[in-house]
Structure formats: structure tokens, C-alpha cells
């Protein structure tokens, strides 16, 4: 991995465990800001209420599935994690829809790089370019 690509993920990730370490040290007594509750409109009918069903691109199976069966692998501080079966990225919760990600009011369509990015710890730097990076330096700063 270049010097230059390297410092600038290494920059990324110490910028997200900042954020983190912030946000653990605010005090208790804040409380999230509570919207109303209204009931949505179910479209169908689900034959299979209690399975989710995600459909996702070729390109997020293939990394979803080595991420999930490869945890040495596995970026598992800021990568993809799951919690009550939904997606989150450090804080913040996402959305994939085929292979894109959505985050906050962002999506970010699919690059092998990217992925990469979001899967492993230690991702080939072959594989991600500029572009990639500065897309996950921007999902990692809704955190």
C-alpha cells in the first residue's frame, strides 16, 4: 500500500475513533430528540413475516458474504455491522440497495474498491483508487 493511500485511511479511521470517543463521553442525561410515531402502509402482504429478505447486487452478496464468513478479515471496527437486523456503519445506519450504499442523504453506487473498503481491515490497495476512498472517508464522517 502507498505511503499516500495508507496515511489518508489510517487519517480516516482516527478521525471516526475520535467522533466515537466523543459521542461515548457525552453525558447520559442528553436524550435523542423523539419524532411521532405514525403507522405505515404495508404494500403487501409478506408470505414469510418473521424472514427479511434483502436484495441485494452481485457485487454486495459477494463482499456481504465474505465479510460475514471471514471475520479475520473482517473490518469489524469501521466497517459493515449489523444490530437488530439493521445495517450500520460505525453509528449510522444504512441502506443497500442492490450495490449501492445509502448513508445519511448520501448513496454511493458500486466499486469493487469501495467494498473493499468497507468490508476488510486491510484492504489491496490495488483494487481501491482515489475516488473510493473519498467516498468512504465521507460515509465514515456521518459517524
Known amino acids: 500500500m502507498s505511503t499516500g493511500l495508507r496515511g489518508k485511511l489510517s487519517a480516516i479511521k ?3 475513533i475520535s467522533s466515537v470517543n466523543a459521542l461515548k463521553a457525552l453525558p447520559s442525561s442528553l436524550k435523542a430528540i ?3 410515531q405514525h403507522p405505515s402502509i404495508e ?3 409478506d408470505p414469510e413475516p418473521d424472514i427479511k429478505t434483502l436484495e441485494l ?8 458474504q465474505h465479510y460475514a464468513s471471514n471475520k479475520k478479515l473482517a473490518d469489524t471496527t469501521f466497517g459493515i455491522h449489523s444490530k437488530d437486523g439493521v445495517f450500520y456503519i ?3 445506519p444504512i441502506s443497500i440497495q442492490g450495490d449501492a ?7 454511493y453506487e458500486k466499486t469493487h474498491g469501495l467494498w473493499k473498503l468497507l468490508t ?3 484492504p489491496d490497495e490495488s483494487i481501491y483508487d482515489n475516488n473510493d476512498l473519498e467516498e468512504y472517508a465521507q460515509i465514515q464522517g456521518h459517524n
Do not use: I, M, W
Open 101 to 107: 450504499v445509502t448513508v445519511g442523504d448520501g448513496t
Open 90 to 92: 460505525g453509528l449510522s
Open 43 to 45: 404494500a403487501y402482504d
Open 120 to 122: 476488510l481491515s486491510n
Open 34 to 36: 423523539q419524532f411521532p
Open 57 to 64: 447486487g452481485d457485487l454486495a452478496t459477494e463482499y456481504l
Open 14 to 16: 482516527e478521525s471516526s
